[in-house]
């Protein structure tokens, strides 16, 4: 099973609704048996994309395609022996929300993921909200 996780910014000339984003999401990743998590915020987006090889390549291509991301950097690559994200979620921040929560919820979220993993969601969220 293929691993990937990258991080991306918000493309400002093409706007989107995170709302938009889970629904097609959720839609595609159960037909292609794809889990992992996505923390989207206004201005980045890290994801963990993890199932068939083939499937995790296809979602990704369609994610560099998409001109809501720019400047998509993959950070890591990797087979995994076991599902690390077991059904697929999506981390977000409403504005005003209490940032100590959405903290605990990613930090549950990425539990079972590899240490690397776990840190880099844990990086950017810290960073995120105390920006």
Partial sequence: MLQLVYISSVNPAAPCLTRDILTI?????????????????????????EGPEDSVEAAYERIRQDPRHRAIVLLSRRDVER????????????????AATFLADVQRLTADAAPDVRGTFDGLVRTRALG
């Fill in 83 to 98: 599902r690390e994200f077991g059904h697929w979620e999506m981390a977000h921040r409403a504005p005003g929300a209490d």
């Fill in 25 to 49: 999401s959720r839609r595609n990743n159960a037909r292609d048996q794809i889990s992992g998590l996505l923390y989207a915020d206004r201005g980045r987006f890290l994801q963990a994309l």
